[in-house]
Every structure is written in C-alpha cells, then in structure tokens.
C-alpha cells in the first residue's frame, strides 16, 4: 500500500528565517510526486509537479525537489502570508489517484 | 477557466436524512475524482470518474454513498442515512485527460452531520 509522511506536523518560524519540509514516500511505481498549499476552509491548491529523482521546480519563494524517497520544500525567507498547509501527494496506478500525507502546518511570524 | 465549481460550500443536516453534494469540473477535463478530508488530516480518495464512465470506488465509499456524472460533465455525490462519521470536507478534483498532471480541487462542501 502507498505511503506517504510528511514532517514536522507543524512549523513555526519567523518571517525571513528559511526552512525545509519533508515529504518521503513507500510507493510501487511512482508517476508523480504533488505539492499543494492549503488554506484554511479552502481546497487544495496546486504548487508543483515532480516526476523523476534530480527533478526541481521553483516558484518565488518557494523550491521542491525529489529524491528516489522523498522530497523537500525549501522556503526562503518566508513572508507572513506564507502560513497554510502545505499537503504532499503521491500518483500511482492507472487512474492517477492521489495519495497524500497529512500535511504540515506552516506559521510565519512577522 | 473558471475553475472547480462545488455546491453547496456548507451543510449542516440532521443524522440519518440524505444530502447531495454537486461538482462543475473545469470543461475541457475529462477526469474527474471525489475526495473526503477529516480535520489534521490530508484527503483521502473516494471515487474517479473518466467521463461518464465510473472507474474507480474506495473502500470507504460505503453502500450509503453513490456517485454520478451523467453526461461526463457535472457530477453528484449522495449519501443517504447520513451518520455522525459523515462529517468531513467533501473535495472534487478534476484534471486533463493523459499523463499524470496535476488535479485541480474545488473549495469543497463542508458536511456536519447532527
């Protein structure tokens, strides 16, 4: 069965001071790997797509990247309205289904 | 491009009646999939639809849940005999036909059951 974790659960930092969240995964047959930002009482919205190990995709202050296990996303100094949840998710098999961990929640400080 | 439509984005209903929930997906995709995602917790797959065509159901889509997209465009989701475990965010995804591209959720129905 697919398996996805995400840490920390939660993370806390001040505005400007940069950090990683983790995303590893146990999956047969990896077809892509999803980052999603979160907001409260909204859906998911989508960030980026990863499909091969050595892959990277930025946008602004925000980089994943991918290993054969997991991957990371860096935030560099981050701005106050950098706070949500970030969710990692896991497509797999025919249908493209998702398979995501729990999230982190991210609080950025001014 | 206007994005994920879903109707009701809140329902409140008393334990044991029926509730439908609807999804617009973005026209030009073909994909279409039904998520549910409880509190501290990322969404879980319910069901997958290409086009018309039903494909994929969980197993926690219980007999008490029922999906539809007739016409492969808008689509329902039912409960009946809703129960306190119900209560949940009801999310739908939809996405371009081919390859593994990325899914785009609506905002989702919030369901309290009382």
Not at chain 1, 70 to 96: M, Q, R, W
Not at chain 2, 16 to 35: A, K, M
Not at chain 2, 98 to 112: C, D, H, K, N, V
Request: net charge neutral; glycine share 8%; with cysteine.
């Amino acid at each position: 069965e697919d398996q996805v974790t995400q840490s920390p659960e939660a993370l806390r930092l001040q505005e400007g001071e940069s950090s990683s969240l983790n995303c590893s995964y146990t999956v047969s047959g990896l077809r892509g790997l999803f980052w999603y930002r979160q907001d409260p009482g909204k859906g998911p919205e989508f960030l980026f797509t990863l499909y091969s190990a050595g892959e990277e995709k930025e946008k602004e202050r925000l980089k994943a990247t991918l290993t054969k296990k997991e991957s990371f996303l860096h935030i560099t100094a981050p701005k106050p309205e950098d706070s949500a949840t970030y969710l990692c998710a896991v497509a797999t098999g025919a249908n493209s289904k998702l398979t995501f961990g729990k999230g982190i929640t991210l609080s950025v400080r001014p | 491009d206007t994005g994920v439509s879903q109707d009701p984005r809140h329902k409140i209903t008393k334990r044991g009646q029926n509730v439908t929930f609807r999804c617009d997906p973005i026209s030009e995709h073909n994909r279409l999939y039904w998520y549910r995602q409880t509190l501290g917790q990322g969404p879980e797959f319910l069901t997958y639809f290409q086009n018309e065509a039903q494909l994929e159901k969980s197993r926690l889509l219980s007999d008490r849940f029922s999906a539809e997209r007739p016409k492969g465009s808008f689509s329902t989701l039912e409960i009946q005999r809703t129960e306190q475990g119900d209560s949940a965010m009801y999310l739908c995804a939809s996405q371009r036909a081919g390859g593994y591209t990325e899914a785009f959720f609506g905002q989702g129905t919030r369901l309290t059951v009382v």
